[in-house]
Nanobody
Framework: QVQLAESGGGLVHRGGSLRLSCAAS????????VGWFRQVPGKDRLSVSC????????NYADFVQGRFTISRDSAKNTVYLNLNSLEPEDSAVYYC????????????????????WGGGTQVTVSS
């Protein structure tokens, strides 16, 4: 069983930056692909990025390409999402999730492709 806890959200101005953390306990995140998602009230939860286990290959949603970067720190059992050039449209609750399937297979399965979820962290970008 993996427990995930997000942190690092907050209020920033347009153009600002944040670093979100997804800290794991109970198991090593190195054995899982880890995805970041975001959700606004009344809308679906959207995939933002995913980093694979092992190789660390990463993919990103088109709407964050070039602005967000996902990375791992195995020693801290943590996955990060660096958010740069933030826009008000990036405001959402951001969630991390771990998948034993890998990024590609998890993407095909959708949200059920992820086995463990954190509780989310709020990001608000003011204009």
């Amino acid at each position: 069983q993996v427990q995930l806890a997000e942190s690092g959200g907050g209020l920033v101005h347009r153009g600002g930056s944040l670093r979100l953390s997804c800290a794991a306990s109970g198991a090593s995140l190195d054995n899982y692909a880890v995805g970041w998602f975001r959700q606004v009230p009344g809308k679906d939860r959207l995939s933002v990025s995913c980093i694979s286990s092992g190789s660390g290959n990463a993919n990103y949603a088109d709407f964050v390409q070039g602005r967000f970067t996902i990375s791992r720190d195995s020693a801290k059992n943590t996955v990060y999402l660096n958010l740069n050039s933030l826009e008000p449209e990036d405001s959402a609750v951001y969630y991390c999730a771990a998948s034993a399937y890998g990024c590609l297979m998890a993407a095909k399965r959708g949200l059920p492709g992820y086995d463990f979820w954190g509780g989310g962290t709020q990001v608000t970008v003011s204009s």
